[in-house]
């Protein structure tokens, strides 16, 4: 009997080593299996949030990052009444419509752009298959809109009658100050219509978390209004508009181009990411980067960034009040204001 008990006792003590050592084990491995995450998607503006919605569609329901970031930021582009982003843009001092736009995904740093592309409503469907189709990066102007015609897509007047009535008004003055959301100019009696109010609509940047953890980004513009002729912005460069690294997280840029450039802004951010900072606090600190080294200038000028890290925490901070950003997930469907370095 007492032989029996101590097998039985053996047994049992056995059984549950054997338990516990499968548990760990199933906790390693359960460490080592890809994680089903909780997508979400982010992007700069109020009119974010219809774009949101658009990429929700493909998020949701088990869509790869990339399509959907192109999906939501192909809302903007195609609204005539966003004077800011694609058909409908404000044109050059030339009158000329010229679109910037690219897209990037976090696990091989794959990416594409197009800059100082015309005629072109989707650019950043241009931008998507540089990064697919071609062994580059960035194809800019003629080049850009051959490799588009070659693919299928069709040349368009992107000028619309209300942008060329604006772009008249303008050629009264022809004034070209190198602020940014120069088109709230034309409504100057309406406080919510200045630089860094809350109307104030500029580049769509967009940041996203498929299922699978994959990170993705697409950034597109028509850039600053009344631009010189082949000036390119931020919005087409990565590093300085849109950057990606699905180890850390991903950063956009909506403002005055010239200074996100200087800066390598959404580059800089996301390493300040990989550092430990927030996204609220990377993106501040390179606002401030900004702001420190002309605080006089930086009153005339709005730049504002908007992070997401790869856990799906997200944050923004702008140069001026107005800088406002959309968040979809599971959980909520919001606008948000940035808080700002000056009032
Ligand atoms: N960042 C864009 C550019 O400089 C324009 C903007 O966001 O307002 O082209």
Not at 238 to 253: M, R
Not at 266 to 295: D, F, W, Y
Not at 296 to 304: D, F, I, P, S
């Amino acid at each position: 009997m007492s032989h029996r008990r101590k097998f039985l006792q053996t047994s049992v003590t056995g059984a549950m080593a054997l338990l516990l050592q499968r548990k760990a084990l199933a906790s390693v491995t359960l460490d080592k299996v890809p994680v089903i995450n909780d997508p979400v998607v982010i992007s700069t503006w109020d009119f974010g949030k219809a774009a949101n919605a658009e990429a929700w569609k493909l998020l949701s329901t088990g869509g790869d990052v990339i399509d959907a970031v192109e999906a939501g930021v192909k809302v903007p582009e195609a609204d005539p009444t966003n004077h800011s982003v694609g058909y409908g843009g404000f044109p050059d001092r030339d009158g000329k419509v010229t679109l910037d736009a690219c897209i990037m995904e976090g696990t091989a740093l794959n990416c594409g752009s197009v800059a100082f592309l015309e005629n072109i409503v989707h650019p950043i469907s241009v931008a998507k298959l540089v990064m697919q189709k071609t062994p580059h990066v960035m194809l800019v102007g003629e080049g850009a809109l051959q490799f588009a015609l070659a693919n299928g897509f069709q040349k368009e007047n992107l000028l619309t009658p209300e942008s060329e009535k604006a772009w008249k008004e303008w050629l009264k003055t022809s004034q070209y100050a190198p602020v940014i959301n120069i088109e709230n100019q034309f409504k100057p009696v309406d406080p919510k219509q200045l630089p860094g109010g809350p109307n104030n609509h500029d580049t769509i940047g967009m940041l996203a978390i498929d299922k699978t953890g994959k990170m993705g980004g697409a950034c597109t513009t028509s850039g600053a209004a009344w631009k010189m002729r082949g000036r390119v912005g931020d919005s087409p460069i990565i590093g300085a508009g849109l950057y990606v690294d699905g180890e850390v997280g991903a950063a956009t840029s909506s403002g005055l181009g010239e200074e996100v450039i200087r800066t390598c802004g959404s580059h800089t951010v996301v390493e300040l990411m990989r550092q430990g900072l927030s996204p609220e606090k990377a993106c501040k600190n390179a606002v401030e980067r900004i702001v420190n080294r002309n605080p006089e200038r930086a009153k005339t000028l709005q730049v504002g960034f908007l992070a997401l890290n790869k856990k799906g925490e997200y944050g923004a901070y702008a140069i001026h009040k107005g800088f406002t950003y959309s968040v979809k997930n599971g959980k909520e469907e919001k606008i948000y204001e940035a808080k700002a370095i000056l009032t």
